[in-house]
């Protein structure tokens, strides 16, 4: 069975943002404004690159792969703004259609990482809204006719009929401001509801598999659906702050489920029910403990499974908190 594009780009879209995260302490969100981050993990990695080169340990299996996934992202983020869908040129390549055009942001980052260019993501993004919303062609445009000059007791004449054209002619302006504007506001405000309504499903199917009892593999599935959903939420009204602020620990604890489970599974010599404090640095432990509020000196004691069940457990009731606040 052929796999969606759409799918395998999520996939690789969210290491960009795991490295993002590991390597500069970046939160990567799928937003227009993070690709000022984008820009310095490209430039972070070329520079390892380098390094890499020069110790003769650049592969061509490493370049593929981190172009890929950053390319991944800057799709994906560029898709979630204009819209379109991912096509699968071959294997390697896919590319972006976005209104019958073709954009090709992987190979965009392939060149970035391995030519000397100067490119920046700013001037990528310009020229994408160029080709999508390219200017009108006002040569093409019919001239405009010189309209005849009134004399000036014509004009002296009309005065008081030009002045209170004038004042109704701002309030109508008016008017229709604030009614584009209230207009905006609801649209908005809809948007919004049927966004985080959206991630709220998605959630809840998470939520609802760690209560019950669930595989890695279904954990982490499911964990990148929320995580893509809540990206799409690009605006949250103040009135919301809490709930976001709920949902943000809620995938933070999410995050360090997999993070902590993820470590277990692929080091055969690591025992789930042995404490932690024989593999997480003190760092590690500290951060658990503050996050799920346990004593720092019982955080280290705990089993793997304890912290995977206990993590589950905090991001769950964080989650919940949010939810009850969303009507």
Known sequence: MAIDPNAEILTASELTVKAAKTELDKNLDYSIHSLKDLETLIQHVKNHFSNLKKEGKLTEQTIQHASGSIGAYLGEAIRRRYGGTWTAKNPIMKTLVIN???????????????????????????????????????????????TPKKTANSFMGNRSLIIGGIIGLAVLCFIGILAVTIYSNIKRTNEFKAKVNSFVVEANKL????????????????????KSAYALIDYWPSSYRNEKLAFDKALEGWDWTLKVW??????????????????????????????????????????IDEWIAELMTRASTYFEAGRAGIK
Do not use: C, W
């Open 207 to 226: 939520n609802s598999m760690t209560e019950q009892g669930v595989t890695y593999d279904e954990f982490r599935t499911q964990l990148v659906e929320a």
């Open 100 to 146: 019958g055009q073709e954009f090709s942001p992987i190979l965009y980052v392939f060149e970035r990482l391995t030519k000397d260019v100067d490119y920046s993501l700013d001037n990528y993004l310009s020229d994408i809204n160029q080709k999508l919303y390219p200017p009108e062609d006002f040569e093409n445009k019919p001239p405009i006719t010189e």
């Open 262 to 303: 993820e470590f277990a599974i692929n080091d055969p010599k690591i025992e789930f029910n042995r404490i932690v404090g024989i593999y997480f640095d003190n760092s590690v432990i500290n951060y658990l403990a503050e996050y799920a509020g346990v004593k720092t000196h019982t955080a280290g004691l705990m089993t």
